[in-house]
Structures are given as structure tokens and as C-alpha cells.
């Protein structure tokens, strides 16, 4: 599943659908959901891609939550190689991570005893922290946290992640 | 069960190509209007804002305060101490380590 989904996120949800022994529909419409940011990120990347649109479509593979800052080469601009040469590394990353789980998943001591956990937002925190130089990100920061604290106890996983794109709009209204 | 898994993997194998395809082979090779660039420039922050509140306070649908939040406030300080991103990482893990093993 690392190998040919590579959404840590829609993985993951799989995972909790199917262990609390949900039905497989479930499971897709809840991975689906999760991966929809990928929606909004694709969108931002897409203007700076070129080429066919079998390229594009083969490119856009290469996408991350963490692309986003990684691959940025101007204010709305990504250089694609940038994109390819960011991700390639974690792709085998987290290929040979799921395998070295597998193999070894049942030595390692829980990972939520080593704080593993607490990895993943202290990393958005870093990427997202190098982009709140000007009002109109933080308003922008700041009305997408709104969102997605009021969505996670009303709507599935994953919505709150791409209801809070629409804080581009509050961003936009002070953006000078 | 077993079964179940590689349906799932399947279809998402197919969802997620045609998901991440979608803005690259829209709007692809074309210039945006600036209004366009100019909400594409906002979106970063939007969704990691997001993606941090959603990987700190939720337990599924419930909004929960844990070892991870614990984790994150003391991420925020390193941070603002311009603490390099390793150095951060670990600040938020051994944070949330330590809590854990004294609750």
C-alpha cells in the first residue's frame, strides 16, 4: 500500500476503518476524504507544471503535504524537479519504513511512548511557521484553524483539512 | 478481512492517482490570472495551519488535549527560539515522551 497509494493520511484512515472492522466502502470514502487536500495542493502546483497532460498527471504523483514549502521556487511557483527531488528520498522513506515495520513491528516498543505522534504537527508547524511573514497568511493561518477546530467534532475526517482552504479567503480580503 | 485490504488498496491506488492528477492536468502549462496566484500563494498556509491543528486535537471526530498538544506548545517555543527543524522534532517527541511517562 506504501508503495502505490502513497498517502500516509488515506492510509492511515484505511487502517481504522478496516481494524474497527468497518465495511470496505467505508473505508474508501473515509480515505477519500482525507486525501482530498490533495485537491487543493495540486491545484496550487498545477499552474507551474508543463508538458502534456499525461506528464502532468505522472507528475502530480509526486505531490506531498510537504511539497507545498519544499518544492516553492516563487511567490505562486514550483519548480517540478524541486517536486520529484524532494519527495523521491521520503517516498523511499516511508517504503522502506512500512517494511521495516512489518519485519519488525513486533520488537519496537509503542511509538506513542517515544512521542512519536507529536512528530507530525511540530513538522506542519515548522513548514507553515516560514510562511506567516505577512497579515494576509496569518489571517489566513489563523481562519483555517478556526475551520478545522470547529469541523473535526461535526464532520468526517479529512473535510477539515479542505474546508480550511477556503481561508484563502479571509487571507485575500487584507492582502494588499 | 485479508481480502478486504487489497480491495481497498486497489480502489485508493486509482482514487489517489486521479486526485493528485486533477489540478496538475487542469490548469497545467497556463498562466493564472493574478486574483488566481494570489489565493494559490495563501493556500500553504491554510491547509498546514490545518493539517496541524487536525494531527494535534483530534482523536477521530473528538477534539482531545493530550501529550501531543504538550508536544506541539513546546515545539512553538523552539521555534520561535529559531531552533533548527531537527532540534524542534525531537523538542515536540521528548516533550510528549516525558508527559506520558509521568501520567
Not at chain 1, 152 to 158: E, L, N, V
Given at each position: 500500500m506504501s508503495a502505490i497509494v502513497f498517502s500516509g493520511a488515506a492510509q492511515f484512515a484505511v487502517l481504522a476503518v478496516l481494524g474497527a472492522g468497518g465495511s470496505v466502502i467505508t473505508a474508501i470514502v473515509a480515505a477519500t476524504l482525507v486525501a482530498s487536500r490533495f485537491l487543493a495542493i495540486g491545484v496550487a502546483l498545477g499552474p507551474s507544471m508543463r508538458g502534456g497532460a499525461v506528464r502532468r498527471a505522472l507528475e502530480g504523483q509526486a505531490v506531498v503535504d510537504a511539497s507545498l514549502i519544499?518544492?516553492?521556487?516563487g511567490e505562486a511557483r514550483y519548480g517540478v524537479r524541486r517536486l520529484i527531488g524532494a519527495t523521491l528520498p521520503q517516498y523511499l522513506g516511508w517504503f522502506a519504513g512500512t517494511v521495516g515495520g512489518v519485519v519488525a513491528g513486533e520488537s519496537i516498543p509503542d511509538p506513542e511512548a517515544l512521542g512519536l505522534d507529536a512528530l507530525f504537527p511540530a513538522f506542519f508547524l515548522v513548514l507553515v511557521w516560514t510562511e506567516l511573514g505577512d497579515r494576509a497568511a496569518r489571517v489566513t493561518a489563523i481562519v483555517a484553524t478556526l475551520i478545522a477546530v470547529v469541523l473535526?467534532?461535526?464532520?468526517?475526517?479529512?473535510i477539515p483539512v479542505i474546508a480550511a482552504s477556503l481561508a484563502v479567503l479571509a487571507g485575500r480580503m487584507v492582502q494588499r | 478481512m485479508k481480502q478486504d485490504v487489497w480491495i481497498v488498496t486497489g480502489v485508493m491506488t486509482v482514487v489517489c492517482f486521479a486526485i493528485k492528477a486533477v489540478g496538475p492536468v487542469a490548469l497545467g502549462g497556463r498562466d493564472l490570472p493574478r486574483w488566481g496566484e494570489r489565493l494559490i500563494v495563501l493556500l500553504p498556509a491554510a491547509l498546514l495551519s490545518a493539517l496541524v491543528v487536525v494531527q494535534t486535537f483530534a482523536d477521530g471526530k473528538a477534539l482531545v488535549l493530550d501529550a501531543r498538544a504538550a508536544g506541539l506548545a513546546a515545539a512553538m517555543v523552539a521555534v520561535a527560539l529559531k531552533a533548527s527543524i531537527l532540534v524542534v522534532l525531537l523538542v515536540a517527541a521528548g516533550t510528549a515522551a516525558g508527559l506520558r511517562t509521568l501520567t
Open positions: 519544499l518544492a516553492r521556487t473535526i467534532p461535526i464532520a468526517p475526517p479529512g | -
